[in-house]
């Protein structure tokens, strides 16, 4: 049986490697940020191969981000916060020693930056959220016409 904390990084490889696929990407991006930051800080350390596992999976991940987001999101913000993860998944590997050796602010400067991102991969996602229903209630609309016209989108348009 597994450890919560293999667990949590198995989670977070997980959806890394979906956002890199292209399979809801901003969705899978903050989940993965979610699990990380909600970890990263605990008692309970991930491996040195967990580590190097999570930051591959979070390149390839970033790869998936400037491919599959929108392209109004800058690909300079991808790549700082993928950073930002990428410090996290490493303070969560690191002895905590080391961690208590860091400038005070260090973490805290560092979860504000990753929840930012974090944020917007939750704030596209939502909006993904919405233009996919909005598409479920034109196609509605549509077939709602096709039934009482009784015939097919060319029929449509001529019968209008």
């Given at each position: 049986?597994?450890?919560d904390?293999e667990h949590?990084a198995w989670?977070?490889?997980h959806?890394?490697?979906?956002?890199?696929?292209?399979?809801?990407?901003?969705?899978?991006?903050s989940?993965?940020m979610e699990?990380?930051?909600?970890?990263?800080?605990?008692?309970?350390r991930?491996?040195?191969?967990?580590?190097?596992?999570l930051?591959?999976?979070?390149?390839?991940?970033?790869?998936?981000?400037?491919?599959?987001?929108?392209c109004?999101?800058s690909?300079?913000?991808?790549?700082?916060?993928?950073?930002?993860l990428?410090?996290?998944?490493a303070?969560?590997?690191?002895p905590?020693?080391?961690?208590?050796?860091?400038?005070?602010?260090?973490?805290?400067?560092?979860?504000?930056?990753?929840r930012?991102?974090?944020?917007d991969?939750?704030?596209i996602?939502?909006v993904?959220q919405?233009?996919?229903r909005?598409?479920?209630?034109?196609?509605?609309?549509?077939?709602?016409?096709?039934?009482?016209v009784?015939?097919?989108?060319?029929?449509l348009?001529l019968?209008?």
């Open positions: 049986m597994s450890t904390v949590y989670h977070a490889k959806l890394l490697e979906q956002a890199a696929r292209g399979d809801y990407t901003a969705w899978s991006l989940g993965a699990v990380v930051a909600n970890h990263y800080r605990s008692n309970s991930i491996s040195e191969g967990q580590r190097d596992d930051l591959s999976a979070a390149v390839r991940a970033q790869l998936g981000a400037i491919t599959h987001l929108p109004s999101y690909r300079d913000q991808i790549a700082a916060g993928m950073q930002f990428a410090y996290q998944i303070v969560w590997a690191e905590r020693e080391m961690t208590a050796r860091r400038r005070q602010h260090f973490l805290v400067d560092l979860d504000a930056w990753a930012m991102f974090r944020n991969m939750h704030n996602s939502l993904e919405i233009e996919e909005a598409a479920q209630r034109r196609e509605a609309e549509i077939e709602a016409l096709r039934a009482n009784g015939g097919e989108p060319s029929q348009i019968t209008i």
